[in-house]
Protein backbone atom coordinates (compact mmCIF):
# COMPACT_ATOMS: atom_id res chain seq x y z
CA UNK A 1 0.00 0.00 0.00
CA UNK A 2 1.47 3.33 -1.13
CA UNK A 3 2.03 5.91 1.34
CA UNK A 4 -0.26 8.58 0.60
CA UNK A 5 -3.30 5.68 0.74
CA UNK A 6 -1.84 5.16 4.17
CA UNK A 7 -2.14 8.56 5.03
CA UNK A 8 -5.54 8.92 3.63
CA UNK A 9 -6.47 5.35 5.89
CA UNK A 10 -5.09 7.77 8.82
CA UNK A 11 -7.22 10.56 8.27
CA UNK A 12 -10.23 8.71 7.98
CA UNK A 13 -9.44 7.03 11.36
CA UNK A 14 -8.38 10.26 13.03
CA UNK A 15 -11.88 11.41 12.04
CA UNK A 16 -14.15 8.88 12.33
CA UNK A 17 -12.64 9.00 16.28
CA UNK A 18 -13.21 12.45 16.63
CA UNK A 19 -16.79 12.53 15.33
CA UNK A 20 -17.78 8.81 17.78
CA UNK A 21 -16.65 11.14 20.73
CA UNK A 22 -18.73 14.08 19.58
CA UNK A 23 -21.84 11.14 18.55
CA UNK A 24 -21.32 9.20 21.83
CA UNK A 25 -22.27 12.89 23.88
CA UNK A 26 -25.02 13.63 22.41
CA UNK A 27 -26.14 9.92 22.26
CA UNK A 28 -26.14 9.66 26.02
CA UNK A 29 -28.18 12.67 26.47
CA UNK A 30 -30.68 11.27 24.44
CA UNK A 31 -30.38 14.06 21.56
CA UNK A 32 -31.23 13.54 17.83
CA UNK A 33 -27.41 13.31 16.42
CA UNK A 34 -26.54 10.16 17.53
CA UNK A 35 -23.55 7.78 16.77
CA UNK A 36 -24.23 6.94 13.34
CA UNK A 37 -24.83 10.48 12.38
CA UNK A 38 -21.94 11.75 14.22
CA UNK A 39 -19.47 9.14 12.14
CA UNK A 40 -21.28 9.46 8.73
CA UNK A 41 -20.92 13.39 8.74
CA UNK A 42 -17.25 13.61 10.20
CA UNK A 43 -16.15 10.34 7.91
CA UNK A 44 -17.52 12.17 4.66
CA UNK A 45 -16.33 15.76 5.48
CA UNK A 46 -13.04 14.48 6.02
CA UNK A 47 -12.73 12.23 2.42
CA UNK A 48 -14.74 15.35 0.67
CA UNK A 49 -11.83 17.15 1.48
CA UNK A 50 -9.24 15.02 1.06
CA UNK A 51 -10.87 14.51 -2.68
CA UNK A 52 -10.86 18.31 -2.97
CA UNK A 53 -7.46 18.78 -2.57
CA UNK A 54 -5.75 15.96 -3.99
CA UNK A 55 -8.26 16.60 -7.08
CA UNK A 56 -6.98 19.98 -7.26
CA UNK A 57 -3.36 19.21 -8.17
CA UNK A 58 -4.30 15.46 -10.29
CA UNK A 59 -5.62 16.58 -13.44
CA UNK A 60 -3.33 18.22 -15.83
CA UNK A 61 -3.72 21.20 -18.03
CA UNK A 62 -5.76 21.72 -20.68
CA UNK A 63 -4.14 22.14 -24.01
CA UNK A 64 -1.28 23.68 -22.94
CA UNK A 65 -3.59 26.42 -20.85
CA UNK A 66 -2.87 25.52 -17.01
CA UNK A 67 -6.12 25.17 -14.55
CA UNK A 68 -6.24 26.39 -11.83
CA UNK A 69 -8.54 24.57 -8.98
CA UNK A 70 -9.28 25.77 -5.46
CA UNK A 71 -8.23 22.74 -3.81
CA UNK A 72 -10.99 23.66 -0.71
CA UNK A 73 -13.83 23.92 -3.21
CA UNK A 74 -15.56 20.98 -1.90
CA UNK A 75 -14.86 21.52 1.62
CA UNK A 76 -16.69 25.30 1.69
CA UNK A 77 -19.88 23.53 0.20
CA UNK A 78 -19.87 20.97 3.06
CA UNK A 79 -20.19 23.99 5.67
CA UNK A 80 -23.28 25.01 4.30
CA UNK A 81 -24.64 21.90 2.80
CA UNK A 82 -24.40 20.58 6.84
CA UNK A 83 -26.97 23.27 7.42
CA UNK A 84 -29.74 21.10 6.32
CA UNK A 85 -29.28 18.56 8.45
CA UNK A 86 -29.29 21.40 11.54
CA UNK A 87 -32.43 22.81 10.56
CA UNK A 88 -33.81 19.41 10.53
CA UNK A 89 -33.38 18.97 14.66
CA UNK A 90 -34.70 22.39 15.79
CA UNK A 91 -37.43 21.97 17.02
CA UNK A 92 -39.96 24.65 18.58
CA UNK A 93 -42.67 23.26 21.20
CA UNK A 94 -46.30 24.10 21.59
CA UNK A 95 -44.52 26.65 24.43
CA UNK A 96 -42.86 28.60 21.70
CA UNK A 97 -39.29 27.40 22.89
CA UNK A 98 -37.19 26.39 20.70
CA UNK A 99 -34.81 22.84 21.12
CA UNK A 100 -32.09 21.49 19.60
CA UNK A 101 -29.99 24.43 18.51
CA UNK A 102 -26.77 22.79 20.30
CA UNK A 103 -27.52 19.59 18.64
CA UNK A 104 -27.47 21.74 15.41
CA UNK A 105 -23.84 23.30 16.08
CA UNK A 106 -22.53 19.92 17.00
CA UNK A 107 -23.61 18.85 13.99
CA UNK A 108 -21.61 21.60 11.92
CA UNK A 109 -18.87 21.28 14.69
CA UNK A 110 -18.43 17.47 13.25
CA UNK A 111 -17.96 18.75 9.77
CA UNK A 112 -15.71 21.06 10.93
CA UNK A 113 -12.94 18.63 12.42
CA UNK A 114 -13.93 16.71 9.67
CA UNK A 115 -12.41 18.88 7.12
CA UNK A 116 -9.39 20.21 9.24
CA UNK A 117 -8.75 16.57 9.37
CA UNK A 118 -8.73 15.93 5.75
CA UNK A 119 -6.63 19.12 5.14
CA UNK A 120 -3.97 17.72 7.55
CA UNK A 121 -4.42 19.63 10.94
CA UNK A 122 -4.55 16.79 13.17
CA UNK A 123 -3.70 19.23 16.14
CA UNK A 124 -5.98 21.39 15.81
CA UNK A 125 -8.77 18.86 15.46
CA UNK A 126 -8.07 17.23 18.41
CA UNK A 127 -8.06 20.13 20.09
CA UNK A 128 -10.64 21.39 19.01
CA UNK A 129 -12.83 18.38 19.64
CA UNK A 130 -11.68 18.62 23.29
CA UNK A 131 -12.66 22.40 23.74
CA UNK A 132 -15.84 21.63 22.19
CA UNK A 133 -16.30 18.61 25.27
CA UNK A 134 -15.11 20.84 27.80
CA UNK A 135 -17.90 23.75 26.67
CA UNK A 136 -20.69 21.25 26.23
CA UNK A 137 -19.53 19.38 29.37
CA UNK A 138 -18.01 20.99 32.07
CA UNK A 139 -17.94 25.03 31.53
CA UNK A 140 -22.31 25.35 32.23
CA UNK A 141 -21.75 23.36 34.97
CA UNK A 142 -19.09 25.62 36.45
CA UNK A 143 -21.33 28.34 35.69
CA UNK A 144 -24.27 26.94 37.59
CA UNK A 145 -22.14 26.93 40.73
CA UNK A 146 -20.34 30.38 40.30
CA UNK A 147 -21.94 32.09 37.86
CA UNK A 148 -24.70 34.79 37.91
CA UNK A 149 -27.67 33.94 39.82
CA UNK A 150 -29.85 34.62 36.48
CA UNK A 151 -28.12 31.44 34.96
CA UNK A 152 -29.10 29.32 38.17
CA UNK A 153 -32.38 29.45 37.29
CA UNK A 154 -34.70 27.01 35.27
CA UNK A 155 -37.56 27.76 32.56
CA UNK A 156 -41.06 26.46 34.15
CA UNK A 157 -44.47 26.75 32.77
CA UNK A 158 -47.77 26.72 34.64
CA UNK A 159 -51.05 26.76 33.26
CA UNK A 160 -53.70 26.99 36.51
CA UNK A 161 -57.62 27.26 36.61
CA UNK A 162 -58.83 29.49 38.85
CA UNK A 163 -61.89 30.36 40.49
CA UNK A 164 -63.44 33.77 40.06
CA UNK A 165 -61.16 35.93 38.60
CA UNK A 166 -61.36 37.91 41.85
CA UNK A 167 -58.77 35.10 43.13
CA UNK A 168 -55.74 35.76 40.40
CA UNK A 169 -54.46 38.67 41.75
CA UNK A 170 -54.42 36.47 45.43
CA UNK A 171 -52.49 33.34 43.69
CA UNK A 172 -50.01 35.18 41.26
CA UNK A 173 -49.19 37.01 44.68
CA UNK A 174 -48.20 33.80 46.29
CA UNK A 175 -46.51 32.34 44.15
CA UNK A 176 -44.13 35.40 43.78
CA UNK A 177 -44.19 34.96 47.97
CA UNK A 178 -42.95 31.51 47.60
CA UNK A 179 -39.09 32.57 45.53
CA UNK A 180 -40.62 32.20 41.86
CA UNK A 181 -39.89 34.76 39.38
CA UNK A 182 -42.61 34.98 36.86
CA UNK A 183 -41.61 36.83 32.97
CA UNK A 184 -45.38 36.33 31.61
CA UNK A 185 -49.02 35.86 32.06
CA UNK A 186 -51.83 35.13 30.08
CA UNK A 187 -55.40 35.11 30.65
CA UNK A 188 -58.26 33.22 29.67
CA UNK A 189 -62.14 32.94 30.49
CA UNK A 190 -63.18 29.30 30.72
CA UNK A 191 -66.98 28.47 31.48
CA UNK A 192 -68.53 28.63 34.86
CA UNK A 193 -66.43 31.27 36.33
CA UNK A 194 -63.31 29.77 35.56
CA UNK A 195 -60.03 31.18 34.55
CA UNK A 196 -57.20 29.59 32.66
CA UNK A 197 -53.93 31.54 33.66
CA UNK A 198 -50.63 30.66 32.05
CA UNK A 199 -47.44 31.41 33.77
CA UNK A 200 -44.12 31.50 32.06
CA UNK A 201 -41.53 31.50 35.44
CA UNK A 202 -38.07 31.30 36.61
CA UNK A 203 -36.94 29.27 39.71
CA UNK A 204 -33.82 27.90 41.49
CA UNK A 205 -32.51 24.89 38.75
CA UNK A 206 -31.90 23.10 42.52
CA UNK A 207 -35.64 22.93 43.31
CA UNK A 208 -37.62 19.47 41.95
CA UNK A 209 -40.46 20.91 39.79
CA UNK A 210 -42.74 18.39 41.96
CA UNK A 211 -42.41 20.85 44.37
CA UNK A 212 -43.61 23.48 42.66
CA UNK A 213 -46.24 21.48 41.53
CA UNK A 214 -47.86 20.17 44.66
CA UNK A 215 -46.94 24.28 46.39
CA UNK A 216 -49.72 25.57 43.45
CA UNK A 217 -51.59 22.91 43.41
CA UNK A 218 -52.63 23.62 47.22
CA UNK A 219 -53.65 26.58 46.64
CA UNK A 220 -56.85 27.45 47.59
CA UNK A 221 -57.69 28.76 45.07
CA UNK A 222 -57.10 26.64 42.71
CA UNK A 223 -58.72 24.36 40.75
CA UNK A 224 -55.99 22.33 38.49
CA UNK A 225 -52.42 22.94 37.55
CA UNK A 226 -50.04 21.45 34.79
CA UNK A 227 -46.65 22.36 34.90
CA UNK A 228 -44.22 22.32 32.27
CA UNK A 229 -39.99 22.21 33.32
Same mark, same amino acid.
Given at each position: ?EILDIDILNKLGISAVLGLIIGLERELKR????????????????????????????????????IQMDPLRLAAQIVSGIGFLGAGVILKRGN???????????????? $???????????????? $??????????????????? $????????????????????????????????????? $????????????????????????????????? @??? @??????????
Amino acid at each position: MEILDIDILNKLGISAVLGLIIGLERELKRKPLGLKTSLVISIISCLLTIVSIQSAYLFPSSKGVPIQMDPLRLAAQIVSGIGFLGAGVILKRGNDSITGLTTAAMIWGAG $GIGIAVGAGFYFEAIA $GVLLLMISVEIIPSILLKI $GPSQLKKKDIRLRIVVRDRKNIDCVISQIEENKIIIE $GIRIKDLQNDRHLVVLKALTSFRRPTTEVFHLV @SSL @SEVESTEIES
